[in-house]
């Protein structure tokens, strides 16, 4: 892992505010380890700058109170929300995570393009969507 770390994909001001222990368990942090491994280090080495993180890991208490879906994969630990810092970076972004051909399972522009969810599964369907 050399652009982030377990404790960024798990930070949450909501949990901090509300008292919700979001740590991740030690088989927690092996889907995080994955989800860096194979994407989120392969595209801030391609984007060669900053990338950051709103939302990564969330415990089902911290998914409830940010109105999360029940089957989110940030419950799962295969999830980051992620951005360069603008719609327009994260439109840049989108495309290199595309034409770099990462092996997501999901893609999603969320809210056009104020941050991207993107997602690693061990058999990844390379999904798109705009939301």
Avoid at 13 to 36: F, H, K, Q, S
Avoid at 93 to 117: C, N, V, Y
Wanted: glycine share 6%.
């Amino acid at each position: 892992m050399k652009h982030f770390t377990i404790a960024e994909l798990s930070a949450s001001a909501t949990a901090r505010r509300l008292g919700i222990d979001n740590t991740p368990t030690p088989a927690a942090e092996d889907n995080l380890r994955n989800l860096v491994r194979n994407i989120l280090d392969p595209l801030r080495e391609a984007w060669g700058g900053p990338i950051s993180v709103s939302s990564g890991y969330r415990c089902a208490a911290l998914n409830r109170a940010v109105g999360g879906v029940n089957n989110s994969q940030h419950l799962y630990r295969q999830a980051a929300d992620i951005s360069a810092g603008s719609r327009e970076a994260n439109r840049r972004l989108w495309h290199l995570a595309l034409d770099r051909k990462l092996p997501f399972d999901q893609l999603i522009d969320e809210r056009d393009m104020a941050w991207i969810h993107i997602s690693w599964a061990p058999l990844p369907r390379g999904q798109t969507l705009h939301l």
